[in-house]
């Protein structure tokens, strides 16, 4: 296989960009410093698109070695064709190879195995040769054999009609034919195991859907709903329409022994064939979904990751709680905690009054900006008490409903032990949940991906695959937006192009020995940083503090003459950065591709260049929705149809988007409530932390359910 010829073709490229983007790869080069800092090799290839280059890369090189691997087994064999091979080398799924190589693939003992060691294999090749003019019943005499277990005639047929089941169902051109057939036609149903049960899955107790255009998010809870023992599921096909069609296909004219092949068909179909295809086409639709469920993961994880940081301000956090109390910690501007405690305005204590006092004197002593209030359990009941609360200051506060998905993984996990050994579990989660408002990817990194929560049925899927798809969102969010080298965490560091979670601990513990880094060039005195990790990192780390202006913005160190040639063919210095002078540079200049040329860049690279010292250490977040601040609470019952409320998303699935209104349940907009058009996914539309304006349709307070819609919203 041709593999730079394939990708090539299937994402569009032009030769250049896939010859280079490959060598990029197999040159361990990153995906974000691919695609920031190398756009004239690969023709500005965004990070999405090359990180499904490189997936798609490492299933072609692995569909390759199984290719190799299966040729040189069936040649050991002594088995190879040129028909084998023919097929062997135009096989473009790993499926297709595993269908070729069935046959030869040492088996475990089968019926068809047992048959053949009584040597009945040269029986089985007359009956489907179809030529004999004695009847297989008389031949079959000639294999009598006590010793053998063949004491009859029919004994003899028998083995010989299991192996031929056996032959049908390992034929690779049947087996694609019927695969295709039940995938266009078949039916996927699932039953309930018990009526009378009463469970999430009541929806799937009678249920059935083409499988051809059965919604991934079905066959998540399809799945899971089999896995728990609420339902059956099994796929449907036009049996008899099958059986007809292996007949036409195996079955002469004039065949002498049509009368035993139909039954060996007819077993074969039932026994093998159909359950193993079947199997297949689930794990196919498994697969399918689980893709889909972890690109929505992803793109909801980055939304998250990305929301604008709340800066420069002295955040109370509260981790909500009933019997335990909720916790309280106070985190100054860079996220440093001042104070702790514990309050119970919450039942069953309800100490409402002593809480307030307790809240007062830290807001007062601290000067308190904002509340943070995580969403968890007692968090309807504290954002009430908070909303009383604010009434009775004197200074303007607002709060902040924040999601705390996984702030309990941190709290509990070896990290945040390292980070607050002072602290109780409870007294770490309340900090992060403050952190998190200050700076959400900073203190997000600190928990794995798959924990935060904003996907659908992650912990069904492949744990793997779901790791490295997460990682690698988590690591291009990190490096669009850039990590300050003298405060960033040991975690978010480990994110950045090209440092590894070891080199980031050394980076931590060489700021520890020596200060504050003073420039770039300084990391390669850290221990295992050598020259292509600093190769890799370095335009990603910013340093304020650095005397040279350029190492505080995201200009490459390998770029930074061309930059300051730059600067002086339009009249600046590189004071003008630190100043914020550098204004208008690119009307300065007349024509970009004789500066790119004089200044021996690209054109691609030019313009990011004059973005970076147009704005220096520009924050890509700023540009995304900020949180709504609230002062006042609602409650479900304070919801009327009709009425029209601002609203933060908090989650997008496949059905739809869970939007925080500012009250304890979140509503749901159904897709065919976002807008008039049709979308196949909402995540067309909406993204995690949009503000949007939503009118609610209908409140259910026994189900906690609110229905919500987007349309006419203007």
Known sequence: MDILKTLETEFSLKPFQAENTVKLIDD???????????????????????????????????LDDKRRQVEESITEQGSMTEEIKKSLFSASTI???????????????????????????????????????????????LYIDEEKDIKTPDDAVTGAMDILAEKISDDAKTRKIL?????????????????KSKSVYEMYYDFSEPVKSIAGHRILAIN??????????????????????LQHRIINSDSTTADILTNVILDSYK????????????????????????????????????????????????????????????????????????????????????????????????????????????????????????????????????????????????????????????????????????????ELVKIEPKAIGVGQYQHDMNQKRLSEALGGVVE??????????NTASPSLLSYVSGISSSVSKNIEKYRQENGKFKSRKELLKVSKL????????????????????????????ESYGPAKQLLKETGFTAEDIKNSKVKNLSSKIQNEGEMAEKLGIGIPTLNDIIKELEKPGRDIREDMPKPILRSDVLSMEDLKPGMILNGTVRNVIDFGAFVDIGVHQDGLVHISQICDKFIKHPLEVLSIGDVIKVKVLSVDTDKNRIALSMKDMG
């Not at 057939?181 to 195991?193: C, E, L, M, R, V």
């Not at 899971?224 to 069609?245: C, Q």
């Not at 307790?358 to 007692?378: C, F, R």
């Not at 990790?533 to 340093?543: N, P, T």
Request: contains cysteine; glycine residues 6%; charged residues 30%.
């Open 28 to 62: 361990g080069c990153t995906i974000p410093f691919i695609a920031r800092y190398r756009k004239e090799l690969t023709g500005s290839l965004d990070d999405q698109l090359l990180r499904q280059i490189y997936d798609r890369l490492i299933y072609l090189r692995n």
């Open 95 to 141: 499926t297709e190879i595993d269908d070729i190589y069935r046959p030869f693939r040492p088996k475990r003992r089968t019926r068809a195995t047992i048959a053949k060691e009584k040597g009945l294999e040269s029986l089985a090749d007359i009956i489907w040769e179809q030529k004999t003019k004695v009847s297989p019943y008389e031949l079959a005499k």
């Open 179 to 195: 695969r295709d057939d039940i995938t266009k036609t078949g039916i996927i149903t699932s039953k309930a195991t018990d009526e």
């Open 224 to 245: 899971r709903g089999e896995k728990e023992k609420f339902l059956t599921v099994k796929i449907e096909a036009d049996t008899e329409s099958e059986i007809l069609k």
């Open 271 to 442: 026994r093998l064939l159909f359950p193993s295809i079947e199997r297949e086409i689930r794990n196919a639709l498994s697969e399918t979904a689980e893709e889909n469920a972890i690109s929505v993961f992803g793109k909801n994880l980055k939304q998250l990751l990305l929301q604008p940081p709340i800066k420069d301000k002295v955040v109370l956090a509260l981790d909500p709680a009933y019997r335990t109390g909720c916790k309280i910690a106070v985190i100054d501007q860079t996220g440093k905690p001042l104070d702790t405690a514990v309050i119970y305005p919450t039942p069953p204590q309800n100490k409402k009054e002593e809480a307030k006092k307790k809240l007062k004197e830290l807001i007062l002593k601290y000067n308190v900006d904002l509340i943070s209030i995580g969403n968890g359990t007692a968090s309807r009941e504290s954002e009430m008490f908070i909303s009383e609360l604010i009434k009775e200051l004197d200074r303007k506060i607002n709060y902040v409903i924040v999601n705390e998905a996984g702030a309990s993984v941190y709290s509990a996990s070896k990290l945040g032990a390292e980070e607050f050994p002072q602290y109780d579990v409870s007294l770490r989660s309340a900090v992060s949940i403050g952190r998190r408002l200050q700076d959400p990817l900073a």
């Open 476 to 485: 291009d969010c990190v490096n669009s937006v850039g990590a300050d080298l």
């Open 530 to 557: 050598g020259p292509k990790a600093y190769e890799q990192c370095a335009g990603f780390l910013r340093i304020p503090e650095s005397s040279n202006p350029l190492d505080a913005t995201g200009v490459h160190p």
